[in-house]
């Protein structure tokens, strides 16, 4: 699948605190167009997504400080945010992971690591 430049000018967010996934997303995302916004953990995500109001986001579910269901559940809570599609990101690819983030409002699921195609593929189908 040829798909550089395919997703111009989307805002994704990646929220993870391992800097290899952060850069290995940030590196197939450019390649797709993509504009890409970073951060290492729920509150300096917070920040950032008021700032730069991103299309997609992209988060890990274990992280110190303010995890992923605890960041997902106040996005989705927020009126001005709740819209954003949510993608939970975790190395385990449990059935109560899956169920958990349900709950707290995620729009899917992509089990770590992703190769560019998976990474792909779920934005396509959150942003259709």
């Known amino acids: 699948m040829n798909s550089t430049g395919a ?76 819209s954003i599609p949510v993608i939970m990101l975790s190395s385990k690819d449990g059935l109560f992971d899956k169920a958990r983030g349900r709950i707290v409002g995620s729009d899917n699921y992509l089990t770590k690591p992703f190769t560019a195609d998976g990474l792909f593929s779920i934005i396509r189908k959150a942003l259709d």
């Not at 917070?46 to 992280?63: A, C, E, G, L, Q």
């Not at 996005?75 to 945010?81: G, H, L, P, S, V």
């Open 7 to 82: 997703l111009k000018g989307i805002k994704v967010m990646i929220i993870d605190d391992s800097r290899t996934i952060r850069r290995s997303a940030e590196i197939f995302l450019k390649s797709f167009g993509c504009e890409v916004i970073l951060a290492e953990d729920g509150f300096e995500a917070m920040s950032k997504i008021v700032d730069n109001h991103p299309n997609i986001i992209f988060i890990d579910i274990t992280m110190p400080r303010l995890n992923g269901y605890q960041a997902c559940m106040l996005i989705k809570k927020n009126a001005i945010y709740q």
